[in-house]
């Protein structure tokens, strides 16, 4: 599998972050934007391969029947463009599991959520290649954070997320910091 391949899916991964409670829960819905980090580590959480900084803009729709997420890291080498996902997740009638689909990615899969509250979910994805993508996630005092299995062909791993709510100005001003410099792209 070629290096690039293998961050996409990571990347694509991280994208995955969460799903915030849908609108069909009183008071919740709209857009909520997340910024921090995101870190790769060999399967079993000792060995680290790496990370990268993380911005993510979640936008509940169609009285939380819809999740759109857009996720978004700088690109793999200075002067390339930052890798941008968008992630659609749709609930499955009136229960509190989502099929996923994201444009471009070989994903699908569900996620669930545990109990009415939406804050905290597990993650079942299947891989095109073979793979396959399991784990959780939460949001508590302000913070996003996940834990996932990546279990693809050629190098499996572990990716943590720690992404904290910002204002929609301080997320903008993060995915422009993640562009390259006017000339080195």
Not at 18 to 47: E, M, N, Q, W
Not at 88 to 98: A, H, K, P, V
Not at 171 to 176: I, S
Request: with cysteine.
């Amino acid at each position: 599998m070629r290096p690039g391949r293998t961050l996409a899916l990571a990347c694509a991964a991280a994208l995955l972050s969460s799903c915030a409670a849908p609108a069909f829960i009183k008071g919740v819905g709209g857009v909520a934007y997340y910024h921090g980090d995101t870190r790769f580590f060999s399967p079993d959480g000792r060995l680290p391969y790496g990370g990268s900084d993380s911005a993510l803009k979640r936008e509940i729709v169609d009285g939380g029947g819809m999740i759109i997420e857009t996720f978004t890291q700088p690109g793999v080498s200075p002067g390339m463009p930052p890798e941008e996902r968008t992630t659609t997740l749709t609930r499955i009638g009136r229960s509190l599991s989502y099929s996923v689909s994201e444009y471009g990615s070989p994903l699908r899969g569900t996620v669930v959520f545990s109990g009415r509250g939406l804050d905290k979910w597990t993650y079942d994805l299947v891989l095109e290649n073979g793979g396959y993508l399991t784990g959780t996630g939460r949001i508590k005092n302000g913070s996003l954070v996940t834990e996932k299995k990546l279990d693809q062909p050629g190098r499996p791993m572990l990716v943590r997320e720690d992404l904290k709510r910002v204002s929609r100005e301080i997320y903008y001003h993060q995915v422009e910091s993640m562009k390259p410099l006017p000339g080195t792209e």
